[in-house]
Nanobody, 130 residues
Framework: VQLVESGGGLAQAGGSLRLSCVAS????????IGWVRQAPGKEREGVSC????????YYTNSVKGRFTVSRDNAKNTVYLQMNGLKPEDTAVYYC????????????????????????WGQGTQVTVSS
């Protein structure tokens, strides 16, 4: 099983990056794929998740309207388009295969978990300068 991220790097605030995650060694079409990030000294944070058939996508509140997740099942690849980058987006970004762990909140919104995944990539560093 392999999940290989690419596309990270250094960007200026307001800029864009596109992360890719190429999967192999498991039945890609059967798994939701999530993006999880971890900044130094902070806990893992679920950023986005897309279901196996791409019929649903989920985002943490801080990236809604700026990040877009998509997948190409023919290429075993998931993408995370990140626009309007902010310094607080600086972190190591991991892609992971599993289920989109979503908890509905009383206010009608949802919380995206970071630990509902069976397989993980090695991560790619994203650094956003102010």
């Amino acid at each position: 099983v392999q999940l290989v991220e690419s596309g990270g790097g250094l960007a200026q605030a307001g800029g864009s990056l596109r992360l890719s995650c190429v999967a192999s060694g498991f039945s890609f079409n059967d798994y939701a794929i999530g993006w999880v990030r971890q900044a130094p000294g902070k806990e893992r944070e679920g950023v986005s998740c897309i279901t196996n058939s791409a019929d649903s996508t989920y985002y943490t509140n801080s990236v809604k309207g700026r990040f877009t997740v998509s997948r190409d099942n023919a290429k075993n690849t998931v993408y995370l388009q990140m626009n309007g980058l902010k310094p607080e987006d600086t972190a190591v970004y991991y892609c992971a295969a599993g289920v989109c762990g979503v908890r509905e909140l009383d206010n009608g919104e949802y919380e995206l978990g970071a630990n509902f995944y069976d397989y993980w990539g090695q991560g790619t560093q994203v650094t956003v300068s102010s």
